[in-house]
């Protein structure tokens, strides 16, 4: 079998005169993986990415595809979705896939094409008419024409809707389920926790954690959180540690490693607890305790 990861990079950093956007970044992608890269505003992802991508150059460290230096077999074997890509105007969606497919030696036929991102019912379509969930079908089968063993899809699903959001995933689970490789960058945690293998978080140019999701849990937190509506707290509020979430209807967050002892106190307290719900740690969590920034929404 062969163990060599798909893409590895060693020591990358990227400087600029005021700012060291990335700032000595190892990680390495087994082949098959979803990887995905996540972090703040201004952390570091897209420039990375940019350097993988070779589209710029490191200030230095090594970015290795296959175990070898980036080359024209790179160039070949890489598909690439944008956060923004412009298009030729008045090109149908048919249209601009020939194109694309035109700049390859190698494609993946358009039928299979238009089957995977499914494309069947708007493929004479002029591409400026396309909804945003359509619009980044069309963009994932573009960086899909030449059959790549890697496909980088930087924050593909930012702007779309819960469902769009889901036929996506689904795209991205039959691109994986064909033994490719997915680089992806998002704002969503839950995205990242349902689709990814494997994560890593960086923040101020620097990786900060790395491992599989569940991995980076369970390392991280050894409790669950037993969240109630504020109303109902009021008296528990002075004798018991929480953290209040400012929403609509605020609730309050109670990290515990005993779920029943904790329960007791609040009843003691005089608490309700008719609105209570517990919950396992997610991955926003953990963002937050790492990062100390709540998410982009
Ligand atoms: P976002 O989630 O907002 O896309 P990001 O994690 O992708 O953020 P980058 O775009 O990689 O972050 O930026 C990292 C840092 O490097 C930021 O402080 C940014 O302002 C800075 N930066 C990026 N490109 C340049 C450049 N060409 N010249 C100077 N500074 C830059």
Redesign the pocket.
């Known amino acids: 079998m062969n163990t060599t990861p798909i893409l590895e990079v060693r020591n990358l950093r990227k400087h600029?005169p005021?700012?060291k956007?990335?700032d000595g970044v190892d990680f390495s992608v087994p082949t098959g993986i979803c990887f995905g890269l996540l972090?703040?505003?201004?952390?570091?992802?897209?420039?990375?990415i940019e350097m993988m991508e070779g589209i710029i150059r490191p200030s230095s460290g090594e970015i290795l595809y296959k175990g070898e230096p980036m080359g024209p077999r790179f160039k070949n074997e890489v598909g690439i979705q944008f956060q923004s890509t412009a298009l030729q105007d008045f090109l149908t969606v048919r249209e601009n896939l020939k194109f694309f497919s035109n700049l390859y030696p190698k494609n993946r036929s358009m039928d299979e094409l238009i089957e995977i991102c499914a494309l069947e019912s708007y493929l004479d379509r002029d591409a400026r008419k396309l909804s945003g969930g359509q619009r980044q079908r069309m963009l994932l089968a573009i960086a899909l024409v030449n059959d790549p063993e890697i496909v980088f899809l930087d924050e593909p699903t930012t702007g779309l809707d819960p469902q769009a959001r889901l036929n996506f995933w689904e795209l991205i689970n039959r691109i994986k389920a064909q033994n490719k490789t997915v680089l992806l960058?998002t704002?969503y945690m839950e995205e990242a926790y349902n689709l990814c293998d494997q994560i890593a978080i960086?923040d101020h140019?620097k990786i900060i954690a790395q491992g599989s999701p569940d991995q980076l849990l369970s390392e991280h937190f050894q409790d669950v959180i037993i969240e109630l509506p504020a109303q109902d707290f009021p008296q528990a509020a002075e004798v018991i540690p929480h953290r209040r979430l400012a929403k609509v209807n605020p609730s309050i967050e109670i990290s515990t490693q005993d779920v029943n002892k904790t329960v007791a106190e609040l009843l003691q307290a005089g608490a309700s607890l008719a609105g209570l719900q517990v919950r396992q740690r997610t991955l926003e969590d953990l963002f937050l305790e790492l990062t100390g920034k709540e998410l982009r929404q």
Do not use: E, F, I, L
């Open positions: 600029y005021k700012v956007a990335v972090g703040p505003n201004g952390a570091g992802k897209t420039t990375t960058t704002h960086m140019g």
